[in-house]
């Protein structure tokens, strides 16, 4: 078990070269059959459609999801509301609405549209959490659908910080999850971020209780300071894969990683969103001054998942490329 009273260790003498490798331990058969466990669990159709404070009450925000146009705003009273993005007047986008008095108005004709929506014009189920913002859609998930979508544990929003990031590429949903199933390639593919990468557990051992993967591994602060952790990656649904902090420094944060399809772009290529959510917790005095710096902190823990999703976005689309050609092993 990893120790959390000191969080900052000094790290042994390390050279990328020279650690262990983990290709025989990364087998592409675990990994698929994780990835398929998760496929097959149930998403209520509900998509991420943005962090919940990217959604105003002043103007709308709009994003296309798995070919649909979808717009959001809230009423005065903070509600989240969603629906096509088409004005069904003469299409204009309603992304580009003003929002006066909770409902959006159409910039080509002033039509009106509030909550409860106005005919040809139905409003779509949005759920928000505190941190992202959702939208269900029941014609493109085809699953039975759920009342609100589902949610990982996360620590007490009133004692956390969260910032959320958002990347795009080229690459379908599973690609980004196989990717985030793959545990390994951490210390190898992001030695700026992880050192010592061990894998502890993994679905179908004797000692897995659950369907995770849970690792070892120190977050590198400089080259040989770091702050080490035991963590552990699951899938509550389809497109999510949850990182949550067992024991060291931050235990009981979790990161999330949702994969939301966008369509199809002009050369017809699949586009997919990363929208992960990290939900930070400690109990450290020093993380109340953090939590009170959050508009400062915020952009700092967007580029660290930005720096590190810079790498994997560019494996998924290569996995997604020699998937659908006939070239990936196995």
Known sequence: MVSDRVPVRRLPAWTWAEQQPTWRDARPGLIEAALKRAQARPS???YVLAASRQVRGDRPFGRTIAGVEVVAWRTPDGALH???GECPHLGAPLCRAAVTGGELVCRWHGLAIGARGVPGWDPLPAHDDGVLAWVRLDAVGGEDPLPAPVLPRRPDPQ?????????????EPEDVVANRLDPWHGSWFHPYSF???R????PGDDTGQVDQFVIEVAFRLTRRFGVPVRAAFSCPEPRTVVMDILDGEGAGSVVETHAVPLGIDDAGHPRTAVIEATIANSPRPGFAVARRGAPLMRPAMRWAAARLWRDDLAYARRRYELR????WPG
């Open 159 to 171: 004692t956390s910080l969260d910032a959320v990031y958002t990347g795009i590429g080229r690459c």
């Open 199 to 202: 894998v502890l557990e993994v």
């Open 44 to 46: 209520g159709n509900w």
């Open 82 to 84: 969603a629906g096509p």
């Open 195 to 197: 050192v010592g990468l």
């Open 324 to 327: 659908t050609t006939g070239r």
